[in-house]
C-alpha cells in the first residue's frame, strides 16, 4: 500500500494571490494528476504528468500551473485566486496505463476571500 | 460540455432494496467505465469498473450493466445498507498510457433504515 500526502489541508488566501499546493506519493506510481472537486460538480481534471518528465494540460487548466519536481512530488499553483472561490483540490495517482485504479490524496480546501 | 452525464442527482432507499444509479456517455472511443464512491469529508475510492467487452460486471452486492450501443450503463446496489450512504460518481477513460478519468457529476445515495 501507500499513501498521498497533501499540503497544506486547508488554504485560505486573498484574491489575486498565487497559491501553492503541494502534493507527495510514495506509492512509486508513474502518473500523477491534480483534480478539482466543486460541490455538486464532480470531479474535473487540472493537470496531469503520465512520467515524471511529462506535464499535460486536462480540461480545466486555465489558470493554473503545475509542476512534476520528481517522480514522488507533483504541485499545482493557482496563478491569480478568485474572490469566493471554494473548492477541494485532489492529488492522486496510478501505475502507468489506462485501465488502472487511480488512488486519490485526502484533499487541499482552498477559499478565497 | 458533459460528456459522462449521471442521473438521479440523489437518490434516497430503504434498508434492504435495490438502487439503481445512472450513466451515460457521449464519446465513443470511451473504453473502461470504473465508478467511484465517496463518503462525507473522505477522497474518491474506486468501487467497480467495466470495459465494454462485457456488459455485466459483478462484485457481491454491486453490479454494473452496460449498454454500449445506447451508450448507457447503471450501477445496481442490491440489498442496500446505511453503509453505502455516498456520493457514487460514474467515470471513463479512452485508454491510452495515462488514467486520466473524465467524471460524472455524481449521484448522492442515503440508504435509510
Known amino acids: 500500500g501507500g499513501i498521498i500526502t497533501q499540503t497544506p489541508k486547508f488554504l485560505i488566501g486573498q484574491e489575486g494571490q498565487k497559491l501553492t499546493l503541494k502534493c507527495q506519493q510514495n506509492?512509486?506510481?508513474?502518473?500523477m494528476y491534480w483534480y478539482r472537486q466543486d460541490s455538486g460538480k464532480g470531479l474535473r481534471l487540472i493537470y496531469y504528468s503520465i512520467t515524471e518528465n511529462d506535464l499535460q494540460k486536462g480540461d480545466l487548466s486555465e489558470g493554473y500551473d503545475a509542476s512534476r519536481e520528481k517522480k514522488s512530488s507533483f504541485s499545482l499553483t493557482v496563478t491569480s485566486a478568485q474572490k469566493n472561490e471554494m473548492a477541494v483540490f485532489l492529488c492522486?495517482?496510478?501505475?502507468?496505463?489506462?485501465?488502472?485504479?487511480?488512488?486519490f490524496g485526502k484533499g487541499t480546501r482552498l477559499t478565497v476571500v | 460540455q458533459q460528456q459522462v452525464r449521471q442521473s438521479p442527482q440523489s437518490l434516497t432507499v430503504w434498508e434492504g432494496e435495490t438502487a439503481i444509479l445512472n450513466c451515460s456517455y457521449e464519446d465513443s472511443t470511451f473504453d473502461y467505465f470504473p465508478w467511484y464512491w465517496q463518503f462525507p469529508r473522505e477522497s474518491p475510492a474506486l468501487l467497480i469498473a467495466i470495459r465494454p467487452v462485457s456488459n455485466k460486471k459483478e462484485d457481491g452486492r454491486f453490479t454494473i450493466f452496460f449498454n454500449k450501443r445506447e451508450k448507457k450503463l447503471s450501477l445496481h446496489i442490491t440489498d442496500s445498507q446505511p453503509g453505502d450512504s455516498a456520493t457514487y460518481f460514474c467515470a471513463s477513460n479512452t485508454g491510452g498510457l495515462s488514467g486520466k478519468l473524465t467524471f460524472g457529476e455524481g449521484t448522492q445515495v442515503t440508504v435509510i433504515s
Open positions: 506509492f512509486n506510481h508513474d502518473t
Open positions: 492522486a495517482s496510478s501505475i502507468l496505463g489506462a485501465y488502472t485504479e487511480v488512488f
